[in-house]
């Protein structure tokens, strides 16, 4: 079992920046993954980036080159930091994780993970 909590919310204009964190009550070095998801009104939840205990990361097209994702295993902390934030990035950001070694193709699929935060919000004005 895992606690997650999610901070670094609130709005931004576009152009700007901002940098999500969330901490984790554990962060094995095996065998486990942690994600950020978002969720905008009326639509399906999405996979913006994840990270595996190994290292490897994956980031969704839609913010490639944009957003970046690390950790911080002394902090157990998971961070996103956003960068040239559009309009279209406004969501909830949710943090996700799993304990399971999930492929790199499925590592950006809600099914994957079985423990989430409470999220936080991100809007952006243009």
């Known amino acids: 079992q895992v606690h997650l909590m999610e901070s670094g919310g609130g709005s931004v204009q576009a152009g700007g920046s901002q940098r999500l964190s969330c901490a984790a009550s554990v962060y094995p070095d095996r065998n486990f993954c942690m994600g950020w998801f978002r969720q905008a009104p009326g639509k399906e939840r999405e996979g913006v980036a994840a990270?595996?205990?190994?290292?490897?990361?994956t980031t969704a097209d839609s913010v490639k080159g944009r957003f970046t994702i690390s950790k911080d295993h002394s902090r157990n902390t998971l961070y996103l930091q956003m960068n040239s934030l559009k309009p279209e990035d406004s969501a909830m950001y949710y943090c996700?994780?799993?304990?399971?070694?999930?492929?790199?193709?499925?590592?950006?699929?809600?099914?994957?993970?079985?423990?989430w935060g409470q999220g936080t919000q991100v809007t952006v004005s243009s």
């Open positions: 996700a994780a799993t304990f399971s070694r999930v492929s790199m193709l499925s590592l950006l699929k809600t099914q994957e993970y079985q423990h």
């Open positions: 990270i595996r205990s190994d290292g490897d990361t």
